[in-house]
């Protein structure tokens, strides 16, 4: 895909980040993901972010920086290429954790004019991408290692604000398909939705690589303020089980159905909610520490009942498990 030149975009001497999603089917020549030349001959005059010799290499030509990660075809990774002007430095993410770093990078890049090509680079006529390219973007400053990992590992963030409270606030656009008896009321932070009644619902396609059955690791965090404490589902997958919830007392529990050891149930149940009046859960998985429960921010150690009724704000879901101070800090808003 190609950016005409008439349409240039200036990044000569200055800050910039690239990202995208990106899935190869073969590795066996160049990759080439993004470009922009003036000069495919000249030195710092032609602007890449490729995947060479299976790892991952971006640069201005001949002032170049190679990841350290072999990749591997039928795999989506989130990529990251990062020029910092101010600190002279080219760094290369990948799944959202720095993979290369070089330093004392004193000529920039100096292309002054020039397309810009997804899936081709002008040096290499004859190699093409072979794979798919996702949610490309280009930020004209250097964002930091926090963005990206946010940028990696994010699947969805509900803010729940008006005017369009169904909207997905992070960069994956995972709005909300179907809605049932929801309605828009004060949040914990700025608004919120309201479920209000035993048949509400809000439900969510097309997120994939969290969890089961692959035993990846996930996170979900929200802010809830029941108006009954008589159980409710607060998470519930597709494949069939309550994931959050209360419990017919009131208590917060958490369950999942664990690959890692033959398909076992993990429960958790921890602190017990009162009504009108906003709680903090969230709940994480990795192989290395297990599904731990948070409660205000504070580690606990089968949900039953119909839908859940309430309000609920400030929805996230990653693919990573936040650390314990992450959690806090969502609890602490």
């Known amino acids: ?33 993004f470009s922009q030349c003036t000069c495919t001959t000249c030195t710092s005059q032609c602007l890449y972010f490729l995947v060479r010799s299976s790892k991952l290499y971006m640069g201005f030509n001949f002032n170049d920086l190679s990841g350290s990660t072999t990749l591997s075809t039928n795999t989506w990774y989130h990529v990251a290429f990062v020029y910092n002007y101010q600190t002279f430095q080219q760094i290369i993410y990948l799944e959202g954790v720095q993979d290369a770093i070089r330093s004392s990078v004193t000529t920039p890049y100096l292309g002054t004019n020039g397309s810009m090509y997804f899936g081709s680079l002008p040096n290499l006529i004859s190699t093409y991408y072979n794979g798919f390219i996702d949610n490309a973007q280009l930020t004209t400053r250097a964002k930091s290692s926090t963005e990206i990992l946010t940028d990696a590992t994010l699947v969805f963030y509900y803010s729940f604000d008006q005017p369009n409270p169904y ?10 398909t179907v809605t049932y008896l929801l309605s828009s009321t004060s949040g914990h932070v700025g608004q919120a939705i ?93 192989v290395t520490n297990g599904f731990i429960l948070y409660v205000n921010g504070v580690s606990q150690g089968a949900i039953t009942g119909t839908n859940y009724q309430g309000s609920v704000d400030e929805l996230y879901a990653h693919r990573r498990e936040l650390r314990s101070s992450e959690i806090l800090a969502l609890a602490s808003v």
């Open 1 to 33: 895909m190609q950016v005409p030149a008439s349409s240039y975009f200036n990044l000569n001497s200055r800050s910039f980040t690239f990202e995208a999603w990106v899935y190869f089917y073969s590795m066996s020549t160049d990759q080439p993901i």
């Open 167 to 176: 909207y997905d606030n992070g960069q994956n656009r995972l709005n909300a």
């Open 194 to 286: 309201r479920f209000t009644s035993t048949s509400s619902y809000l439900q969510i396609y097309c997120f994939t690589g969290v969890a089961w059955p692959s035993s990846k690791s996930l996170t979900f965090a929200m802010w809830l303020y029941p108006s009954s404490i008589n159980g409710g589902t607060l998470m519930y997958s597709t494949q069939g089980y309550q994931m959050l919830g209360l419990t017919n007392s009131g208590q917060v529990a958490a369950q999942i159905l664990d690959h890692t050891t033959v398909n076992t149930w993990q429960y958790i149940y921890g602190a017990f909610v009162v009504v009108n009046t906003w709680v903090h859960v969230a709940c994480t998985f990795s």
